[in-house]
């Protein structure tokens, strides 16, 4: 299989992927992909009633994405919606959504157009074990459940959210479940990944790790 210039960055909710993707993204001038996001849109628009078949449709035609080191954001029609799709609703919502055939189907050729020669880094789930089987580099980031709810209590501490600690925990817990026992494209890392516990390392220790990585891989870039 030819490989494409393609970094896959899969793994749990709250593993630090997106931050992770945005780094390398930002530093190596590559375009990125959230997947996550197009499931939240997915999720969106299925709130306020939208056929299944219209939202593909409305994701190709009206919806942009707008990277900077921090955040990936997503504008719809110009508008920034992000935050309506950072919610724990939209999240839950977004997580039942992913395990069916007729959402994972339409996205899969919305994902594999965002691929440009110039470079991508794709953050999900399935990114290298279906999406890009292709891809030249695949890393697997995971952290502890307990890790990853702080990480997510901050997050949603900083959006303004109400949270609560337990909850987190028994959400991620059965999130994480759910995505690695569901048939459709389950969590698990792609047999030629490398796979980063990043449960006791800080975003730039994760960074200095993956980049003498990529710098490896896409030196002739």
Do not use: C, W
């Not at 992909?33 to 709130?47: I, M, P, Q, T």
């Not at 039942?96 to 020669?117: G, H, V």
């Not at 980063?196 to 980049?211: A, K, R």
């Amino acid at each position: 299989m030819k490989k494409i210039n393609v970094i896959t960055i899969d793994g749990p909710s709250a593993s630090g992927k997106g931050a992770l993707s945005r780094k390398i993204a930002h530093n190596f001038g590559f375009d990125i992909l959230d997947s996550g996001l197009l499931y939240r849109l997915y999720a969106y628009f299925s709130n306020k009633k939208l056929n299944f078949d219209e939202i593909p449709k409305k994701i190709n035609n009206e919806v942009s994405f707008k990277l900077n080191e921090e955040l990936v954001s997503v504008l719809h029609k110009k508008k920034d919606i992000t935050n309506k799709l950072r919610t724990e609703e939209i999240a839950k919502i977004a997580s039942q959504m992913s395990a069916k055939s007729e959402t994972r189907k339409p996205l899969f050729d919305i994902q594999r157009n965002f691929y440009t020669e110039g470079g991508l880094v794709a953050d999900g789930r399935d990114m290298g074990t279906v999406v890009f089987q292709d891809a030249k580099l695949k890393i697997f980031l995971t952290a502890s459940s307990e890790i990853r709810a702080k990480r997510r209590y901050l997050e949603l501490q900083n959006l303004g959210q109400e949270v609560n600690m337990p909850a987190l925990i028994a959400d991620i817990e059965e999130r994480d479940l759910k995505d690695s026992s569901r048939k459709l494209s389950p969590l698990i890392p792609a047999d030629e990944a490398y796979v980063i516990d990043s449960s006791d390392m800080s975003l730039e220790e994760v960074f200095s790790f993956t980049e003498n990585i990529v710098k490896k891989e896409f030196i002739h870039i």
